[in-house]
């Protein structure tokens, strides 16, 4: 009986990161000069379209989330924001029993920064009609 106890609360602990951790996180994104625009943003798990500023949930995973931007005005940002591992919880993970490996398939354990300032060149000076 014991033992059965034993499995049961080992098996129950098993993937801690994935059962801390949602699958999707909320980002918020702006452009850098505070201008309004749209994104596309993607990774492995999913594809988005964002306005911004503003915020989405983006499903987690161990690729860079890759984004093409557009403000109102027609500038163009293109470019990726790494995700980084959350050591802590996943090493909990590996601790009890899974050895990580429900982690490593969900990416439960992966976060990306919270607030992303996507980097857009300055506005062209309007020219004068002479």
Not at 62 to 68: G, N, P, S
Request: charged share 30%; net charge negative.
């Amino acid at each position: 009986m014991r033992f059965l106890l034993a499995l049961g609360s080992v098996i129950a602990m098993g993937g801690c990161a994935s059962i801390v951790n949602d699958a999707n996180i909320p980002l918020t994104f702006s452009f850098s000069d505070g201008a309004e625009g749209t994104c596309v943003l993607d990774n492995k798990r999913g594809r988005w379209e964002v306005d911004l500023p503003g915020t989405t949930l983006i499903r987690r995973s161990d690729d860079a989330l890759k984004y093409e931007c557009i403000t109102e005005d027609g500038r163009e940002s293109i470019g990726s924001i790494a995700s980084k591992m959350d050591a802590e919880k996943f090493g909990a993970s590996v601790i009890f029993i899974d050895l990580g490996i429900t982690d490593a398939i969900t990416d439960k354990h992966r976060d990306y920064e919270r607030n992303i300032v996507i980097p857009v060149k300055g506005k062209k000076p309007e020219s004068e009609d002479a």
